[in-house]
C-alpha cells in the first residue's frame, strides 16, 4: 500500500500503520532481537523489503567526510540500493540529499513520530523524500513526544533495515556508534571509510572492510 502526501506540519491522515504480520513489515527486521511490533510510516512502504544500505555518520563531518558521504550516497544510489538514515543533521542529511540527486530513493527513520519531523530544520528533506516516492518511518505512534532514548532505539530499526552499514565518520563513542553496535548484534556487514576519526581507526582496528578516500575521489 503506498499512500504519499507532502508534510507541511502534521499529516496524520496520510500514516499507514504496518503490523508484524503486515507483508510490508522489514523481514531483515522482523529477525533482530527487540523488532517493534509495529511501524508508523508516510509514503512508499514498498522500499521496507528492497536492497538497501544505512549511511551514518556524525552530525557536524569534516570536508573530507562530507565529500565521501557524497560520492558513497551517489553510488550505491545508481546501483539500485535504497539508502536509509537517520533524517539527522550531517552525514545523515547529506546522504540524502545526494542520494535524491540520483533519483534514488531514500527511507528516513524517525526517532519521533512521522507527524513530527525532528530536526525541525530538516521537514524541507522530509517533503524531497516523499516527493521522490521514498518513505518516512518511526515505531513511535502519532503524535508522540520524543525522548532522549528514543534516538539510541531509534539506530537499531536503521541498521535493522539494511543489508549492510556504512560508516563515513564517528567518535568512540555517539549516535553512530550505538549503530554500529546494533549492526554488530544484527549479523551486518559494516564497511567503514577510512578517514582518521577516533571511532573510524578504532573500527578499522577491529578488521572491518576500509572504503578508502582515494577510491571514492574516482567516482563522478
Given at each position: 500500500?503506498?499512500?504519499?502526501?507532502?508534510?507541511?506540519?502534521?499529516?496524520?491522515?496520510?500514516?499507514?500503520?504496518?503490523?508484524?504480520?503486515?507483508?510490508?513489515?522489514?523481514?531483515?527486521?522482523?529477525?533482530?532481537?527487540?523488532?517493534?511490533?509495529?511501524?508508523?510510516?508516510?509514503?512508499?512502504?514498498?522500499?521496507?523489503?528492497?536492497?538497501?544500505?544505512?549511511?551514518?555518520?556524525?552530525?557536524?563531518?569534516?570536508?573530507?567526510?562530507?565529500?565521501?558521504?557524497?560520492?558513497?550516497?551517489?553510488?550505491?544510489?545508481?546501483?539500485?540500493?535504497?539508502?536509509?538514515?537517520?533524517?539527522?543533521?550531517?552525514?545523515?542529511?547529506?546522504?540524502?540529499?545526494?542520494a535524491l540527486k540520483v533519483e534514488a530513493p531514500v527511507v528516513g527513520v524517525l526517532p519521533s513520530?512521522?507527524?513530527?519531523?525532528?530536526?525541525?530544520?530538516?521537514?524541507?528533506?522530509?517533503?524531497?523524500?516523499?516527493?521522490?516516492?521514498?518513505?518516512?518511518?518511526?515505531?513511535?505512534?502519532?503524535?508522540?513526544?520524543?525522548?532522549?532514548?528514543?534516538?539510541?532505539?531509534?539506530?537499531?530499526?536503521?541498521?535493522?533495515?539494511?543489508?549492510?552499514?556504512?560508516?563515513v565518520e564517528t567518535a568512540t563513542e555517539g549516535g553512530t556508534m550505538h549503530t554500529v553496535n546494533?549492526?554488530?548484534?544484527?549479523?551486518?556487514?559494516?564497511?567503514?571509510?577510512?578517514?582518521?576519526?577516533?571511532?573510524?581507526?578504532?573500527?578499522?582496528?577491529?578488521?572491518?572492510?576500509?572504503?578508502?578516500i582515494n577510491n571514492l575521489t574516482k567516482e563522478n
Amino acid at each position: 500500500m503506498i499512500q504519499k502526501k507532502l508534510i507541511q506540519d502534521t499529516p496524520k491522515d496520510t500514516i499507514v500503520e504496518i503490523s508484524r504480520n503486515s507483508p510490508n513489515y522489514p523481514y531483515l527486521l522482523n529477525n533482530i532481537k527487540d523488532s517493534p511490533d509495529q511501524l508508523y510510516a508516510i509514503g512508499n512502504t514498498q522500499l521496507l523489503n528492497m536492497p538497501s544500505v544505512a549511511i551514518v555518520g556524525t552530525r557536524k563531518p569534516t570536508k573530507d567526510a562530507a565529500k565521501a558521504t557524497e560520492k558513497i550516497a551517489r553510488l550505491y544510489g545508481k546501483n539500485g540500493f535504497i539508502i536509509v538514515s537517520g533524517l539527522a543533521l550531517g552525514v545523515d542529511s547529506l546522504a540524502m540529499k545526494s542520494a535524491l540527486k540520483v533519483e534514488a530513493p531514500v527511507v528516513g527513520v524517525l526517532p519521533s513520530s512521522v507527524d513530527k519531523i525532528v530536526p525541525k530544520k530538516n521537514i524541507h528533506i522530509a517533503n524531497k523524500i516523499l516527493d521522490k516516492n521514498g518513505l518516512l518511518i518511526s515505531e513511535r505512534n502519532k503524535g508522540s513526544n520524543v525522548q532522549n532514548y528514543h534516538y539510541i532505539k531509534r539506530n537499531r530499526i536503521i541498521s535493522g533495515i539494511s543489508m549492510a552499514v556504512i560508516v563515513v565518520e564517528t567518535a568512540t563513542e555517539g549516535g553512530t556508534m550505538h549503530t554500529v553496535n546494533f549492526a554488530k548484534e544484527q549479523i551486518r556487514p559494516i564497511l567503514v571509510v577510512d578517514l582518521p576519526a577516533e571511532g573510524n581507526q578504532k573500527l578499522k582496528k577491529e578488521s572491518y572492510p576500509i572504503i578508502s578516500i582515494n577510491n571514492l575521489t574516482k567516482e563522478n
